[in-house]
């Protein structure tokens, strides 16, 4: 193969020099393209950073508004200390940061060993104040006095500005209650307007005693909403920070009118408005309404698509304009506000003459329909009537509810449960979050007086441990109940479905305790005593915590007089109290004859039917023998060594309440502290 030889020249080489050159010169300018870009980051971490404020050489920020990075996390910068960031805002001109909390430790002798003031001074052009509306102080130990002290003065002899602080006391190492900061452990107080740094102080009292469980003073500055006092904080960690929000504006000390004629003012963007700062001097600037973005950087207000926003309404057809939007019915239709009113169709004569006829049918269908409807209404007033309206409709407490209302929770669907007094339904009353039990009695007469007689008593109770009757509806011809929903179901399906769930002896001696206090306000705390008439673990429900709610007081009896004769049997048989069966005298004791039985049921996790538990009611030997039978019974599921002494305790509880001689039963109020101490 020949080849042809190539004579290179110095004309050849030229051009190719040339353009190494320029694409060498090209991509130096696209490197310092990239990096100019850089040099301002928007962002650290998850943190937006928007001017005024920015990281990065001093054309990224303005003066005052400088942020650090540090690993991910922006800090304030130019501050004593540095001050973490988790939250800016230019729309509503705020910071949220974390600020240290200051102390102050004694040792035995009441000598301050350690302390630490939280100084944090932010930066000197004094952009940023402590916001007063979103912070409080706290104080925090026994036989403390802290304060904040902030700004030097410019007079009256002290050295601060400020000076804001509560003090707290702690008689004993018992005093301080979680979740109570009132003066006993910690102390609250609110704060000024225009706080610049955090700074804190304390007086010297003696410790001397209190140095066991409270050895040291503690002072912050905290969010109002991000902090609750637990005990445990008298022995708070030195190096906690607290999050504090902070108001920021434009510190030039000018107002808008006099920040508008220099060539300083930060309000740069079209668009945008200034108005005075609430905390400090100076101002802030916002886009004007129809706008959004950056008023602090130029063109950074730019136009909202009101017709793309859920917030703007349009009828009609919606078309976006410069600051606002117009919306107008398409042609051949109209509307009076096409904004909120939908557009309809013009119509001409023949049109109108047929809308006309067909107008005037309807008009009498709406006649028929009124007429009908009257009569409805009618029939629902004499059910109304019948079912004590006029009586129930002046019980505050009660709410009355429509009958449509409750139609679709009345579904098959939504049934929770079935009962001698009729079904119980699970739904949701109008837009409310929490569900609701609606108790659909059965169609019988005999009950009509169970009804009136289970509103007017779940009328005058009022207690956590009782189910709470939210309200009725009488337009029915047998009325419906509406209560809250408790979600646990009742006591007797927790103890005896086929699925038991382990229960141990301190949740049983809960739900023991709280049932007797709710049948002892029922008995004795109310001005007109009640007798439930049915206690049984089908009657007892549980909430999602466990807590016991008295239930069903269709059988209920308001006594005003010690002894309350009926002629109809009330209750269920093996939890009736058999004096009452003999005599016909129902009384309290006849209550906590049958409670007896629950807690039994309770302990032993046997039915009241079981042989076992029938022969011990039935049983007529003396109380030792009584109790010991009680002992031999209970569930082996809390039957432990390290409980026996409460178990024998409950046990005597149980005799006493099943006595057959109703006069020497204990009051349930005594029952409810007995048990109440059982627990602790």
Request: glycine fraction near 8%.
């Amino acid at each position: 193969m020949i080849r042809k030889s190539t004579k290179v020249t110095k004309s050849t080489v030229m051009p190719t020099t040339l353009i190494l050159l320029s694409c060498l010169l090209l991509a130096t300018l696209i490197a310092h393209e990239a990096e100019s870009s850089s040099v301002c980051p928007d962002s650290c971490g998850s943190t937006n950073i928007q001017y005024p404020f920015g990281i990065g050489s001093e054309g990224c920020f303005r003066k005052g508004f400088e942020i650090s990075c540090n690993n991910g996390v922006p800090m304030l910068a130019s501050t004593t200390r540095p001050v973490p960031v988790n939250f800016l805002s230019i729309i509503t001109a705020e910071a949220r940061v974390m600020l240290p909390v200051a102390w102050q430790c004694y040792d035995s002798d009441n000598n301050i060993y350690a302390l630490n003031d939280g100084d944090v001074h932010f930066n000197s052009e004094e952009v940023y104040r402590i916001s007063n509306t979103h912070n409080q102080l706290i104080v925090i130990g026994c036989n403390t006095l802290g304060y904040t002290q902030s700004q030097r003065s410019e007079g009256n002899g002290y050295p601060y500005a400020y000076y804001t602080g509560c003090m707290s006391f702690c008689n004993n190492s018992h005093s301080a209650v979680d979740g109570a900061c009132a003066g006993v452990g910690c102390c609250h107080v609110d704060i000024p307007p225009g706080l610049t740094n955090n700074n804190m102080a304390f007086e010297h009292y003696n410790h001397t005693t209190r140095v066991d469980y409270a050895p040291c003073d503690y002072a912050f500055l905290v969010d109002r909403n991000s902090y609750t006092f637990r005990t445990r904080d008298l022995k708070m960690d030195n190096n906690t920070m607290m999050p504090v929000w902070l108001d920021w504006a434009i510190r030039d000390n000018l107002t808008c009118a006099e920040a508008k004629k220099v060539q300083s003012y930060a309000c740069v963007s079209a668009n945008s408005e200034c108005h005075d700062s609430s905390n400090g001097p100076g101002y802030v600037c916002n886009c004007t309404m129809g706008y959004q973005g950056n008023p602090y950087i130029i063109g950074g207000c730019t136009d909202i698509n009101e017709c793309q926003q859920k917030e703007y309404p349009c009828r009609g057809i919606c078309r976006n304009t410069l600051g606002s939007y117009e919306c107008k019915c398409r042609s051949g239709f109209h509307s009076p506000d096409p904004f909120n009113i939908p557009c309809n169709p013009n119509f001409p004569l023949a049109a109108r003459i047929v809308t006309g006829a067909i107008g005037g049918l309807f008009i009498i269908a709406i006649v028929v329909f009124i007429i009908l409807l009257g009569k409805e209404k009618r029939r629902m007033k004499e059910f109304f009537r019948k079912n004590g309206g006029p009586i129930i409709e002046k019980v505050n407490k009660i709410k009355l509810f429509k009958k449509e209302e409750l139609e679709r929770i009345l579904k098959t669907s939504n049934r929770i449960g079935q009962g001698g007094f009729g079904e119980v339904y699970m739904g949701y009353i109008r837009d409310e979050i929490r569900p609701v039990a609606v108790k659909k009695p059965m169609i019988d007469v005999k009950l009509a007086n169970q009804f009136a007689n289970e509103v007017i008593i779940q009328s005058r109770v009022l207690h956590k441990n009782i189910v709470n009757l939210i309200g009725c509806c009488l337009e029915v011809d047998v009325p419906i109940l509406v209560y809250e929903y408790v979600s646990n179901g009742s006591l007797d399906k927790i103890l005896h479905d086929r699925n038991k769930m382990p229960l141990d002896l301190d949740l049983r001696l809960k739900i023991a305790a709280q049932s007797a206090k709710g049948l002892a306000y029922m008995h004795s705390e109310i001005t007109t005593p009640i007798l439930h008439g049915d206690v049984k673990p089908a009657n007892i429900l549980l909430d999602e915590d466990f807590m016991p709610k008295i239930s069903d007081f269709g059988t209920s009896r308001m006594i005003t007089i010690e002894e309350h004769y009926t002629s109809t049997i009330i209750g269920n048989w093996g939890y009736m109290d058999p004096e009452y069966v003999l005599t016909g005298l129902y009384t309290s004791k006849s209550d906590v004859y049958s409670f007896g039985v629950v807690l039994l049921e309770l302990i032993t996790r046997k039915k009241v039917l079981d042989p076992d538990i029938n022969d011990l009611l039935g049983n007529s030997h003396d109380t030792y023998t009584k109790k010991k039978r009680v002992i031999e019974l209970v569930d082996p599921e809390i039957s432990a060594k390290g409980t026996i002494g409460s178990l024998h305790s409950l046990a005597e509880i149980i005799v006493q309440c099943l006595n057959l001689d109703a006069d020497l039963r204990p009051e349930m109020a005594d029952i409810a502290e007995r048990l109440h101490y059982l627990l602790k």
